[in-house]
C-alpha cells in the first residue's frame, strides 16, 4: 500500500558502523527480500523501517512521506520480532487482537479477523494458551498472525519462519507469498534461507557487513551475481571460485584452463557453478576428494592444487577416493571477477 | 523386594565408597599430612550440618521465637511487675472490649492506609515516567537516601518542620495557601497528615527502587512491539507493564504494608497519640499501655492480637493476588 525508500542511510552505533549508505528502493506492493549473512545489518535495517532505530544519517520515506521524525507508532507497520515479542501476560488469542484494540478497530470485527489471522498460521487450537505454553515454532506464528490480523501500509517480517520444521515452513512460505498477493501490503522480509529468498521474493536484496552487494530478482540474483560475496552465498553448494590468471584469452590455474574473454588479463577469480560442471573434459584436472550420493543427485568434490571444487555428478556417479578426474565446465556458464572482486568480461 | 534392592545398592555403594578412599590413600600420601581423616561415627556424621546451622538457628530463636513466646505467655498473666497473677483469657476478653484498642487499630488501618497507597501511587507514577532515563537507570541508588537516615532522625526532621519550627507553615502563608500559623496538633485529619508526609517521605523510595528495577528488567523488545500496535506509553503500562509486574507489586506492597501496620517512632517523636488519640497506631496504644501503665500482660496480648491480624491480612491479600493473577 506504499513505497518505502531509504537515501544514503547510515546507521552506527559508536564507532561501529552497522549499516553503510544505503539506498534501497521499495515499489509499492512489492516483496522484498533482505539476505545476508549474520550480523550483516538485516534486522538494523528493518528496525529502522519500522522506527524503533533512528538512522544516524539519510533519509526514510514510506508513501514517499519523510519518516525520520514519526514516532514508530505512527508509521503504520507490522512487524514480526526476530525473538517473537509477545505480551506474556495475555493469551494468544489478546496477543492477537491487541493491534486491533490499539488501532481502534470496530469490536464487532475483532474475533473474525483474530480467527481468520489463527487459521492461516494454523494456530486455532492454542488461542486460549498464554505464550509461555507454546513451543518456539508455535510462538512464532502466533507473532505472524499479530503481525498480518491487520492491513498496514508495510509489513516487516524478520525471519519469522526460522524455528518452524521443513514441512510447516513450505507450506506457511506458500501462504505468506499468497496473502501478501491479495492483501497487497508492501512486505519486506528478512531471512537466512535461500530458498525461502528465492522463493518469495520479487526482488533479493543481499547484503554483507552493512553494504548493499547486490538487489535484482531472484533469476538475475543467481545467474547475474555482482561480485564474489554474491557468487558465493548463492546456489547450494555455492559457485566454486578458483582464483587464477588471464592472459591472450585463455584463464588457467593449477590444474585448470578455460577460455575467457580476450580482454581480460593479470589476477582473475573463476566462477562456476556445481551444476555447470560434468565429469569428463578437459578443463580441470584433479582427484576425487568424496563423493556423497544423495539420491537424485550426487555431490562430487574434486581436489585440485589450490582448492576443493564442488560439482553435481549423476545420481549413477562413483568413483574411488583419490582416483584421478578430468571436468569439464559448460564454458557458456563461465563468471570472471577482478581483484576488487568485482564481475568483470561481460559482453 | 524392594527393601532387598536398597540394601544391594547401599551395599555397593558402601564398597565403592571403600574403594574410592583406598584409592585416594594411596594416591595422595603427601596430602594426608594436611588432612588427617579420623574416622566419624554415622551418627557424628549426621549430626554436622546440625551443627553447623546450630548457632544461626539458636541465635534466631532468641531473638524472635524467645520474646513470642514470652510475649503469647505474659498475655495470660495480670502482671504487676514481678506479680503474676493467672488471668486466662482475662486480658484478651477486657482488649475486645477496649474502646482504645479498637481505635488504636482504626488509626493504624487509617493511617497506614493513606500512606501505603499514596506511595504506592506516587513511587509507581515516578518509576512509570523516568524508568528509561539513563540517569535513573545509572543512578537509582542515590533515590534510596530518605530510607538511610534513621527513623528518629527523619522524625524529627519532621516534627520540626510542622509544629516546632513552624517550616510548612511559613511556607504555605508565604504561598498564599494559609493566613496564619497551622498548628497541625490541633486537629485529627491535620495531625494524621503529618504521620502520613513523613513515613511517604521516607519510604516512597523502597518501593520506586523495587517499581523501577521491574520496569527496566522487562523485555524492550515487547514495548517496541507495542508501539507497532499501536499502542501509547499509557496503554503499554496499563495492558502489558502492569500486570506483568502484579507479583513484584503485591510482595513489595505486602512488606512495606506490614512495616507500616508497626509504625511507632514517627508517633512517639511528633504527636505522641494526639489530638485525642486519633493518631495513636496499634504500637503506640501497646507501648503506652507497657511502659506508661506498666500492665504488661494487657500490652502482651494486645501485641499477640495485633500479630494475628497481620498474618491473616497479609496472608488473604498475597493470596488473593497471587491467584486471580493466574488464571
Ligand atoms: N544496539 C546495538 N549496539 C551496537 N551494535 C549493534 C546494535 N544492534 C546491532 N548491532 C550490531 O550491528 C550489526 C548488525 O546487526 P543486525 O541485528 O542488524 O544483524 P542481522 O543481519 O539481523 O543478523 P542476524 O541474521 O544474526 O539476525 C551486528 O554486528 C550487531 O552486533
Ligand atoms: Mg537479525
Given at each position: 500500500?506504499?513505497?518505502?525508500?531509504?537515501?544514503?542511510?547510515?546507521?552506527?552505533?559508536?564507532?561501529?558502523?552497522?549499516?553503510?549508505?544505503?539506498?534501497?528502493?521499495?515499489?509499492?506492493?512489492?516483496?522484498?527480500?533482505?539476505?545476508?549473512?549474520?550480523?550483516?545489518?538485516?534486522?538494523?535495517?528493518?528496525?529502522?523501517?519500522?522506527?524503533?532505530?533512528?538512522?544516524?544519517?539519510?533519509?526514510?520515506?514510506?508513501?514517499?512521506?519523510?519518516?525520520?521524525?514519526?514516532?514508530?507508532?505512527?508509521?503504520?507497520?507490522?512487524?514480526?520480532?526476530?525473538?517473537?515479542?509477545?505480551?506474556?501476560?495475555?493469551?494468544?488469542?489478546?496477543?492477537?487482537?491487541?493491534?486491533?484494540?490499539?488501532?481502534?478497530?470496530?469490536?464487532?470485527?475483532?474475533?473474525?479477523?483474530?480467527?481468520?489471522?489463527?487459521?492461516?498460521?494454523?494456530?486455532?487450537?492454542?488461542?486460549?494458551?498464554?505464550?509461555?505454553?507454546?513451543?518456539?515454532?508455535?510462538?512464532?506464528?502466533?507473532?505472524?498472525?499479530?503481525?498480518?490480523?491487520?492491513?498496514?501500509?508495510?509489513?516487516?517480517?524478520?525471519?519469522?519462519?526460522?524455528?518452524?520444521?521443513?514441512?510447516?515452513?513450505?507450506?506457511?512460505?506458500?501462504?505468506?507469498?499468497?496473502?501478501?498477493?491479495?492483501?497487497?501490503?508492501?512486505?519486506?522480509?528478512?531471512?537466512?534461507?535461500?530458498?525461502?529468498?528465492?522463493?518469495?521474493?520479487?526482488?533479493?536484496?543481499?547484503?554483507?557487513?552493512?553494504?548493499?552487494?547486490?538487489?535484482?530478482?531472484?533469476?538475475?540474483?543467481?545467474?547475474?551475481?555482482?561480485?564474489?560475496?554474491?557468487?558465493?552465498?548463492?546456489?547450494?553448494?555455492?559457485?566454486?571460485?578458483?582464483?587464477?590468471?588471464?592472459?591472450?584469452?585463455?584463464?588457467?590455474?593449477?590444474?585448470?584452463?578455460?577460455?575467457?574473454?580476450?580482454?581480460?588479463?593479470?589476477?582473475?577469480?573463476?566462477?562456476?557453478?556445481?551444476?555447470?560442471?560434468?565429469?569428463?573434459?578437459?578443463?580441470?584436472?584433479?582427484?576425487?576428494?568424496?563423493?556423497?550420493?544423495?539420491?537424485?543427485?550426487?555431490?562430487?568434490?574434486?581436489?585440485?592444487?589450490?582448492?576443493?571444487?564442488?560439482?553435481?555428478?549423476?545420481?549413477?556417479?562413483?568413483?574411488?577416493?583419490?582416483?584421478?578426474?578430468?571436468?569439464?565446465?559448460?564454458?557458456?556458464?563461465?563468471?570472471?571477477?577482478?581483484?576488487?572482486?568485482?564481475?568483470?568480461?561481460?559482453? | 523386594?524392594?527393601?532387598?534392592?536398597?540394601?544391594?545398592?547401599?551395599?555397593?555403594?558402601?564398597?565403592?565408597?571403600?574403594?574410592?578412599?583406598?584409592?585416594?590413600?594411596?594416591?595422595?600420601?603427601?596430602?594426608?599430612?594436611?588432612?588427617?581423616?579420623?574416622?566419624?561415627?554415622?551418627?557424628?556424621?549426621?549430626?554436622?550440618?546440625?551443627?553447623?546451622?546450630?548457632?544461626?538457628?539458636?541465635?534466631l530463636l532468641a531473638i524472635t521465637l524467645y520474646p513470642g513466646l514470652f510475649a503469647m505467655y505474659q498475655s495470660l498473666f495480670v502482671v504487676k511487675f514481678v506479680n503474676w497473677s493467672w488471668a486466662g483469657l482475662g486480658n484478651y476478653t477486657r482488649i475486645v472490649q477496649d474502646r482504645e484498642f479498637w481505635a488504636a487499630l482504626g488509626n493504624t488501618a487509617i493511617i497506614g492506609g493513606l500512606s501505603l497507597s499514596l506511595q504506592t501511587i506516587?513511587?509507581?507514577?515516578?518509576?512509570?515516567?523516568?524508568?528509561?532515563?539513563?540517569?535513573?537507570?545509572?543512578?537509582?541508588?542515590?533515590?534510596?537516601?530518605?530510607?538511610?537516615?534513621?527513623p528518629s532522625?527523619v522524625a524529627f526532621?519532621w516534627k520540626?518542620?510542622f509544629n516546632?519550627?513552624?517550616?510548612?507553615?511559613?511556607?504555605?502563608?508565604?504561598?498564599?495557601?494559609?493566613?496564619?500559623?497551622v498548628d497541625w496538633l490541633s486537629s485529627v485529619w491535620l495531625a494524621r497528615l503529618t504521620l502520613i508526609v513523613a513515613d511517604v517521605w521516607q519510604w516512597?523510595?523502597?518501593?520506586?527502587?523495587?517499581?523501577?528495577?521491574?520496569?527496566?528488567?522487562?523485555?524492550?523488545?515487547?514495548?517496541?512491539?507495542?508501539?507497532?500496535?499501536?499502542?501509547?506509553?499509557?496503554?503499554?503500562?496499563?495492558?502489558?507493564?502492569?500486570?506483568?509486574?502484579?507479583?513484584?507489586?503485591v510482595v513489595a506492597v505486602t512488606l512495606r504494608g506490614i512495616d507500616i501496620t508497626t509504625m511507632f517512632t514517627n508517633v512517639y517523636i511528633m504527636t505522641q497519640g494526639t489530638p485525642g488519640g486519633a493518631t495513636e497506631t496499634m504500637s503506640y496504644f501497646i507501648y503506652r499501655q507497657g511502659f506508661r501503665m506498666f500492665n504488661f500482660g494487657y500490652a502482651s496480648a494486645a501485641s499477640v492480637l495485633m500479630l494475628l491480624i497481620t498474618i491473616v491480612v497479609a496472608q488473604t491479600i498475597v493470596k488473593r493476588a497471587f491467584k486471580s493473577?493466574?488464571?
Amino acid at each position: 500500500m506504499a513505497s518505502i525508500l531509504l537515501k544514503n542511510v547510515v546507521k552506527s552505533f559508536g564507532s561501529f558502523v552497522g549499516v553503510q549508505d544505503m539506498n534501497l528502493d521499495v515499489v509499492d506492493e512489492e516483496f522484498l527480500v533482505l539476505l545476508g549473512p549474520s550480523g550483516c545489518g538485516k534486522t538494523t535495517t528493518m528496525r529502522m523501517i519500522a522506527g524503533l532505530e533512528h538512522p544516524t544519517e539519510g533519509e526514510i520515506r514510506i508513501g514517499g512521506a519523510l519518516m525520520n521524525d514519526i514516532d514508530a507508532r505512527d508509521r503504520d507497520v507490522a512487524m514480526v520480532f526476530q525473538g517473537y515479542a509477545l505480551y506474556p501476560n495475555m493469551s494468544i488469542y489478546e496477543n492477537i487482537r491487541f493491534p486491533l484494540r490499539m488501532r481502534q478497530v470496530p469490536k464487532a470485527k475483532h474475533d473474525d479477523l483474530i480467527r481468520r489471522a489463527a487459521e492461516m498460521v494454523e494456530l486455532g487450537p492454542f488461542l486460549d494458551r498464554k505464550p509461555g505454553a507454546l513451543s518456539g515454532g508455535q510462538r512464532q506464528r502466533a507473532a505472524l498472525a499479530r503481525a498480518i490480523v491487520r492491513q498496514p501500509q508495510v509489513f516487516l517480517m524478520d525471519e519469522p519462519l526460522s524455528n518452524l520444521d521443513a514441512k510447516l515452513r513450505a507450506s506457511m512460505r506458500v501462504q505468506i507469498k499468497h496473502m501478501q498477493r491479495e492483501l497487497k501490503v508492501t512486505t519486506v522480509y528478512v531471512t537466512h534461507d535461500q530458498i525461502e529468498a528465492m522463493t518469495l521474493a520479487d526482488r533479493i536484496v543481499i547484503m554483507n557487513k552493512g553494504v548493499i552487494q547486490q538487489i535484482g530478482t531472484p533469476d538475475d540474483i543467481y545467474s547475474n551475481p555482482a561480485n564474489t560475496f554474491v557468487a558465493g552465498f548463492i546456489g547450494s553448494p555455492p559457485m566454486n571460485l578458483i582464483a587464477g590468471t588471464a592472459q591472450n584469452g585463455t584463464f588457467s590455474a593449477a590444474g585448470v584452463k578455460v577460455p575467457c574473454p580476450a580482454s581480460l588479463s593479470g589476477n582473475i577469480t573463476l566462477g562456476i557453478r556445481p551444476e555447470d560442471c560434468q565429469v569428463g573434459g578437459d578443463n580441470l584436472q584433479g582427484q576425487v576428494y568424496g563423493v556423497e550420493p544423495t539420491g537424485d543427485i550426487t555431490y562430487l568434490t574434486v581436489r585440485t592444487a589450490n582448492k576443493n571444487i564442488e560439482i553435481k555428478a549423476g545420481r549413477e556417479f562413483r568413483a574411488p577416493i583419490d582416483s584421478a578426474i578430468a571436468v569439464g565446465f559448460d564454458t557458456t556458464r563461465l563468471y570472471f571477477f577482478g581483484e576488487d572482486g568485482n564481475r568483470v568480461g561481460v559482453k | 523386594m524392594l527393601v532387598a534392592a536398597r540394601l544391594c545398592r547401599s551395599k555397593s555403594m558402601a564398597h565403592l565408597s571403600q574403594k574410592l578412599e583406598k584409592g585416594a590413600a594411596k594416591a595422595a600420601p603427601a596430602a594426608a599430612v594436611y588432612s588427617v581423616r579420623r574416622p566419624r561415627s554415622a551418627a557424628a556424621k549426621k549430626m554436622f550440618p546440625y551443627l553447623l546451622v546450630g548457632p544461626a538457628v539458636l541465635y534466631l530463636l532468641a531473638i524472635t521465637l524467645y520474646p513470642g513466646l514470652f510475649a503469647m505467655y505474659q498475655s495470660l498473666f495480670v502482671v504487676k511487675f514481678v506479680n503474676w497473677s493467672w488471668a486466662g483469657l482475662g486480658n484478651y476478653t477486657r482488649i475486645v472490649q477496649d474502646r482504645e484498642f479498637w481505635a488504636a487499630l482504626g488509626n493504624t488501618a487509617i493511617i497506614g492506609g493513606l500512606s501505603l497507597s499514596l506511595q504506592t501511587i506516587i513511587a509507581m507514577t515516578v518509576a512509570f515516567f523516568c524508568y528509561r532515563d539513563p540517569f535513573v537507570r545509572g543512578w537509582r541508588i542515590i533515590f534510596l537516601m530518605p530510607m538511610l537516615f534513621m527513623p528518629s532522625a527523619v522524625a524529627f526532621i519532621w516534627k520540626l518542620a510542622f509544629n516546632d519550627g513552624r517550616v510548612i507553615s511559613d511556607l504555605l502563608m508565604s504561598l498564599g495557601l494559609a493566613s496564619n500559623n497551622v498548628d497541625w496538633l490541633s486537629s485529627v485529619w491535620l495531625a494524621r497528615l503529618t504521620l502520613i508526609v513523613a513515613d511517604v517521605w521516607q519510604w516512597t523510595p523502597f518501593l520506586f527502587i523495587i517499581f523501577v528495577g521491574a520496569l527496566q528488567g522487562q523485555d524492550e523488545e515487547i514495548e517496541e512491539a507495542a508501539r507497532l500496535d499501536g499502542a501509547s506509553w499509557s496503554s503499554i503500562f496499563w495492558n502489558i507493564s502492569l500486570p506483568m509486574m502484579r507479583p513484584i507489586i503485591v510482595v513489595a506492597v505486602t512488606l512495606r504494608g506490614i512495616d507500616i501496620t508497626t509504625m511507632f517512632t514517627n508517633v512517639y517523636i511528633m504527636t505522641q497519640g494526639t489530638p485525642g488519640g486519633a493518631t495513636e497506631t496499634m504500637s503506640y496504644f501497646i507501648y503506652r499501655q507497657g511502659f506508661r501503665m506498666f500492665n504488661f500482660g494487657y500490652a502482651s496480648a494486645a501485641s499477640v492480637l495485633m500479630l494475628l491480624i497481620t498474618i491473616v491480612v497479609a496472608q488473604t491479600i498475597v493470596k488473593r493476588a497471587f491467584k486471580s493473577g493466574k488464571s
